[in-house]
């Protein structure tokens, strides 16, 4: 029987839809009031309210078994997702109907970094917010299958002492790697060059828990139609308004990690923390042979005169620390031995719009069926499995 018959999916990206419940069972008595809630609007919708704001579920975030010419960007209730948006148990059922043996699973109102409390008011509570989701994910989410589902956490990146606290009280806990904003910089937080992040590596290092560096999780994202604040990616983003349509957004979202990634290469950081790992969640791999090549040439030419390591390569540094991670890209996989088969992760992103859902499976085995078996063993599980530190534990 052929490798790709039998093997088992990890998946590195997908999202949970939290329940209403997921503040009001874990914040003391008194924040009840302004803590995030789940309200009805006049026509019907359910939308979050926290700090005065409303926060719509956007339909394109949870349209699993919809076809895509069904796919909009309108409010939507609970009853009109798949139970598996919201519920442990259902989703593992949809797992099991897709093929998929584990997941990670990323916020959805928090933002996919928690941004969403690092743009609060009160911070008191936004840190309550944060503890009480990362309790969510790792204990009733992830702990209701802990063989199936993969324990992630945000951070209160507004402070970096609180960073630090949380992040080795998550790793204490059992997560496997948090969830950070792919850049700092529009969010009007220190960027990845300098040593302000520096003690939160140190502790990423000694607990071995990867930074998920999800796109548009630092509030920008190119081409975003909108002004801020509207509910979806990008909210933070207070610049004008674009006329362009929201296809560009989503066509786009391999710059932030772009930007990011050469960031990283030429910070100096990767040297200061050797054991430092990171992945480009939701971003593609299709231009990572692109920026490499573009990230030695410039350091080829232009390092002599600027604060840049001038023994390292960028192409060596990336082999070292990033992990890329992909949905369906045709390109990226041809290109694979230019990033690394072993640099290489697979996801699903249910409930997403770019999903495949109900037959990731299938599609996986399209794009991969022109890659040897012990490749795609590496691609599609055992990476995976190796820099999350999620051993294979079922008797499935």
Known sequence: MPLQDYMKIVSVDDHVIEHPRVWSDRLPQKYLGSAPRIETTDKGNHIWVYEGTVFPYIGINAVAGREPKDFGMEPVRYEDMIPGCYDADARVADMDIDGVEAALCFPSFPGFGGGVFHRAKDKDLALLCIQAWNDFSIDEWCGSHPDRLIPLAILPVWDIDLCVKEAERVAAKGCRTVSFPDNPSPLGLPGFTGDHWSPLWRVLE??????????????????????????????????????????????????????????????????????????????????????????????????????????????????????????DDQHGLNNRYDIGVDRLLLEIDYPHSDSNWPNSRKRAAETLADVPDEEVHAICELNARDVLRFPDTSKR
């Open 206 to 327: 000694e607990t071995e828990m990867p930074v998920s560096l999800h796109f548009g999780s630092g509030g920008f994202v190119p081409g975003f139609p909108f002004t801020a604040r509207t509910g979806t990616v990008g909210r933070s983003y207070d610049g004008p308004a674009t006329d362009a349509p929201f296809a560009v957004a989503i066509s786009l979202f391999a710059t932030n990690l772009m930007w990011s990634t050469s960031e990283l290469l030429f910070s100096g950081n990767l040297q200061k923390h050797p054991n430092l790992k990171i992945l480009l969640s939701e971003g593609g791999i299709g231009w990572i042979p692109y920026i490499l090549e573009r990230c030695d040439f410039t350091w080829e030419k232009h390092r002599w005169y600027q604060d840049i390591a001038m023994d390292d390569r960028p192409s060596d540094l990336f082999k070292k620390h990033f992990w890329g991670c992909f949905i």
